[in-house]
């Protein structure tokens, strides 16, 4: 399994962006059964949970960024979104997918938002 995640990129303050990130060799059914979630770091810092969502959609978010990001998926195509919305110069950071099927992580390799102010 393999994790490919985009759309990070530089936006002012107030921007928008919208995360993606596919698996790779996965198999409807594990996907489907996954919790999903974005993490972020920052560096010299420990990466944070951004959002989750389990496989009936129920989601969670951090503080900080709850009524501004949106996680989604779609099962049929194997694929995670974070809509990032009214985004803040404390959003910079390496944002990652994360896959969990009951014991077992997958990770992204991580793609760089940066907001100026």
């Known amino acids: 399994v393999q994790l490919q995640a985009s759309g990070g990129g530089l936006v002012q303050a107030g921007g928008s962006l919208r995360l993606s990130c596919k698996a790779q060799?996965?198999?409807?059914?594990?996907?489907?059964?996954?919790?999903l979630a974005w993490y972020r770091q920052t560096s010299g810092n420990q990466r944070e949970s951004v959002a989750t969502?389990?496989?009936?959609?129920?989601?969670n978010y951090a503080d900080s960024v709850q009524g501004r990001f949106t996680i989604s998926r779609d099962n049929s195509k194997r694929m995670m979104f974070l809509q990032m919305n009214s985004l803040r110069p404390e959003d910079t950071a390496v944002y990652y997918c994360?896959?969990?099927?009951?014991?077992?992580?997958?990770w992204g390799q991580g793609t760089l938002v940066t907001v100026s102010s």
């Open positions: 060799r996965m198999i409807l059914s594990t996907f489907s059964g996954s919790t």
């Open positions: 994360k896959v969990t099927y009951g014991a077992q992580d997958y």
């Open positions: 969502i389990g496989p009936n959609s129920n989601s």
